[in-house]
């Protein structure tokens, strides 16, 4: 396990002074050799967050113990001297998130870009910050990270064993179709096997999404406009329910097996979701028929909320493989 080391020649040293570095009641200095950057801190945060500095920090002070703790001969204003390899910002992040929350309501973004919050994992994972790992892993796959670009947070995901979080990834690319996707330069980050078992996963998830649109079982409210609608009696079409064929309106029946068809190739339930193109279409049709006109909108919109439940539940238990030697015991 890394420990902090003793710093390099004196160099032109700055001070973060934004909070809570800025706390006259810090008693320790924690420095950043890469940026020679100073971080006023209190050694009681430290030691919570991290048994690492729990450790480094109940060593005697008073000699220079190379390697493993501070030295008189690196003190300033009164205060010891701790460096550390990171950057300045890495440092900003990983030492405010030893601090309690109340005290950071006036900080700035912790994570402004997903590049920051791999270096916080990083740094937090060498100096043992348990607590602080795992709130970093949780904000690795928050959706302002993960929606805008889901396979490039997988392709780093896997790259760093955070396997948890790779399937979190997995399940959001299942809203673009398998093929298609933009090349990401973090691909390059994983093996020709571990895309080729996403492309399997999200094919096993096409199939169990398609066959909920293939067999209305799950349907049990059979008051929908597509199913009573008198004038569309002369219109209809079949959908399955098990064995059981159920006459509908044949838009619906159509628009049925469209979002069918689409689960297939996107199986998630933003597929069927309100304003998703395939039930736009489905309204549209429908509003050729003055008796299903007057409901079809509020109805389709109350269904496809349960359409799009009923998807997601279907790819809830297919499983994403990782390679065995890169699965987590
Ligand atoms: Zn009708």
């Given at each position: 396990m890394a420990c902090p080391s003793f710093p390099p020649p004196a160099q032109k040293i700055t001070c973060n002074n934004e909070n809570p570095f800025n706390?006259?009641?810090?008693d320790i200095i924690v420095r950043?050799?890469?940026?020679n950057v100073d971080f006023r801190v209190h050694k009681t945060f430290l030691s919570v967050a991290s048994s690492v500095f729990r450790d480094m920090l109940s060593l005697?002070?008073?000699e220079p113990q190379l390697g493993s703790g501070f030295s008189a001969?690196?003190?300033k204003d009164g205060l010891h001297i701790v460096t550390l390899d990171e950057d300045e910002e890495t440092l900003s992040t990983l030492l405010r998130m030893c601090y309690p929350g109340w005290m950071l309501?006036?900080?700035?973004?912790?994570?402004?870009t997903i590049e920051r919050v791999l270096a916080v994992f990083t740094a937090a994972t060498k100096y043992a910050m348990d607590g602080v790992e795992r709130a970093v892993r949780a904000v690795l796959v928050s959706p302002r990270f993960v929606e805008p670009d889901p396979l490039r947070v997988f392709a780093l995901a896997v790259r760093h064993g955070l396997y948890e979080e790779a399937r979190i990834c997995a399940r959001y690319t299942?809203?673009?179709?398998?093929?298609g996707k933009p090349y990401k330069p973090?691909?390059?980050?994983?093996t020709a096997g571990a895309y080729h078992r996403l492309q399997e996963y999200h094919v096993r998830c096409g199939a169990a999404a398609q066959r909920v649109g293939q067999d209305v079982?799950?349907?049990?409210?059979?008051?929908?406009v597509w199913f009573e609608c008198s004038p569309c009696r002369g219109n209809t079409a079949v959908v399955m329910a098990g064995e059981r064929r159920k006459w509908v309106a044949r838009w619906w029946a159509d628009f049925l097996a469209e979002a069918s068809n689409a689960l297939r190739e996107r199986p998630s339930g933003a597929t069927v979701a309100i304003n998703s193109e395939v039930v736009n279409t489905a309204v549209e049709r429908a509003s050729t028929c003055a008796t299903c006109r007057s409901r079809a909108f509020r109805e389709m919109h109350q269904f496809c909320g349960l359409f799009a439940a009923e998807a997601d539940k279907a790819t809830e238990t297919v499983e994403v493989e990782f390679m065995p030697k890169l699965m987590v015991a």
């Open positions: 706390d006259e009641g810090a950043s050799v890469t940026d005697p002070q008073s001969e690196f003190m309501m006036d900080c700035g973004p912790l994570f402004p299942l809203r673009t179709p398998v093929l973090e691909l390059e980050c994983i079982r799950w349907i049990t409210n059979e008051t929908w």
